[in-house]
Structures are given as structure tokens and as C-alpha cells.
């Protein structure tokens, strides 16, 4: 029976694992440059409000993106994204 090398074996189990964490690194970067998480900027101007309920006596549906408010440099929307119809504040800025 042939045994492997255990340095030859942890040798190439090293490359492989720092292939895949560069690969891994690599496509992150490149999703960061699409979608960067310092909102608003110039990819993305829009958010999500979260913990603040809105009563959904309107009987709003799926997908609905009504308008609510507007201010000099943002707009407020009201989304109801689930069937559960528990809408969400979405502001969209404006100005950046």
C-alpha cells in the first residue's frame, strides 16, 4: 500500500483552501463594486426602514410601492413586498 507524503498532502491542501478564499475574495470584491453597502451613493439610492410599523387598513397588495411622502431631498414610499401584507417604509434620496 502506498501512503502520500503527509507534508506533500497538507502542502496541497494549503493551495487549494488559498485558491478558493482568493477566488471567494475576488468575486466579494466584485460584488461590492455592484452593490456597495454605503447607502445612498451613486449605485443605489434607495433603503429600507425597518421597525416602524404602518397599519395596513388600505388594503394594500403584493408589490404595491405607494407613494407617502415627499421632502426636499427624499421621498418616502410605502412597499408591501409579502403576502403577509405587512408594508415597509422605503425612502428613495434624492439628492446626495
Not at 491542501?13 to 475574495?25: A, D, F, S
Not at 466579494?28 to 434607495?46: E, G, L, M, T
Not at 407613494?67 to 439628492?95: A, C, G, S
Request: glycine fraction near 2%; proline fraction near 6%.
Amino acid at each position: 500500500m502506498k501512503y502520500i507524503n503527509d507534508d506533500e498532502m497538507w502542502m496541497e491542501v494549503t493551495k487549494r483552501i488559498e485558491r478558493q478564499l482568493h477566488e471567494q475574495y475576488e468575486a466579494n470584491r466584485k460584488y461590492q463594486q455592484s452593490y456597495p453597502i454605503d447607502i445612498p451613493n451613486d449605485v443605489c439610492n434607495h433603503a429600507v426602514l425597518n421597525g416602524i410599523q404602518i397599519d395596513n387598513n388600505f388594503n394594500p397588495k403584493v408589490h404595491d410601492f405607494v407613494p407617502f411622502m415627499k421632502l426636499d431631498d427624499e421621498e418616502l414610499f410605502i412597499w408591501t413586498h409579502k403576502k403577509i401584507r405587512i408594508p415597509h417604509l422605503f425612502p428613495r434620496f434624492l439628492k446626495m
